[in-house]
T-cell receptor, first 115, second 113 residues
Framework: EPEVTQTPSHQVTQMGQEVILRCVPISNHLYFYWYRQILGQKVEFLVSFYNNEISEKSEIFDDQFSVERPDGSNFTLKIRSTKLEDSAMYFC?????????????FGPGTRLTVT | DQQVKQNSPSLSVQEGRISILNCDYTNSMFDYFLWYKKYPAEGPTFLISISSIKDKNEDGRFTVFLNKSAKHLSLHIVPSQPGDSAVYFCAASEETSYDKVIFGPGTSLSVIP
């Protein structure tokens, strides 16, 4: 069964450093998402991406964040200058086109630790 | 600003019995609702969804009920199995932005053998 994959599984970085989290969505999916879950808190929507542009973003997704689809398979989330409060689990998700279902398929997540 | 609420942080149920997980929402613009299940160290897994034009959707052991006037939905799992032990998230989105899915805080379900 096709699945969303994410690398790395765990990233440790120092405050102020740039990080890039990588995702490979399911191959025939055209909508892509990033979410985060701070430890003990709820899953929070960050951004959605379709047709090579951001379609929705939350107030969390400020100028420190950017997303990119650099090739036909990868989808990345970049945090330019990490803060301690960026420590969280980051989930990538994707879904098919069409209006039959808005079901999103999630990857296993990348745990980001900012020290 | 909790638009999606799950007021029970945890729930324990005997194997074979019914599990009922509840969810309330405050945003009247929500018109599509989803339930996700999450195991530790994994991403959320889609379970079932319901559009606001329906009041019930069933898929195997899982049934979701929607009461729009009360802004309430519930997920019923019958019969409950030990493998159902996980955190269950209720989620919702608006018609004008189905991509922006708002999650509730989750309910941890334990099914006791």
């Amino acid at each position: 069964e096709p699945e969303v994959t994410q690398t790395p599984s765990h990233q440790v970085t120092q405050m102020g450093q740039e990080v890039i989290l990588r995702c490979v969505p399911i191959s025939n999916h055209l909508y892509f998402y990033w979410y985060r879950q701070i430890l003990g808190q709820k899953v929070e929507f960050l951004v959605s991406f379709y047709n090579n542009e951001i379609s929705e973003k939350s107030e969390i997704f400020d100028d420190q964040f950017s997303v990119e689809r650099p090739d036909g398979s990868n989808f990345t989330l970049k945090i330019r200058s990490t803060k301690l409060e960026d420590s969280a689990m980051y989930f990538c998700a994707s879904r098919e086109t069409g209006l039959a279902s808005y079901e999103q398929y999630f990857g296993p997540g990348t745990r980001l630790t900012v020290t | 600003d909790q638009q999606v609420k799950q007021n029970s942080p945890s729930l324990s149920v005997q194997e074979g019995r019914i599990s009922i997980l509840n969810c309330d929402y405050t945003n009247s613009m929500f018109d599509y609702f989803l339930w996700y299940k999450k195991y530790p160290a994994e991403g959320p897994t889609f379970l079932i969804s319901i559009s606001s034009i329906k009041d019930k959707n069933e898929d195997g052991r899982f049934t979701v009920f929607l009461n729009k006037s009360a802004k309430h939905l519930s997920l019923h799992i019958v019969p409950s199995q030990p493998g159902d032990s996980a955190v269950y998230f209720c989620a919702a989105s608006e018609e004008t932005s189905y991509d922006k899915v708002i999650f509730g805080p989750g309910t941890s379900l334990s099914v006791i053998p």
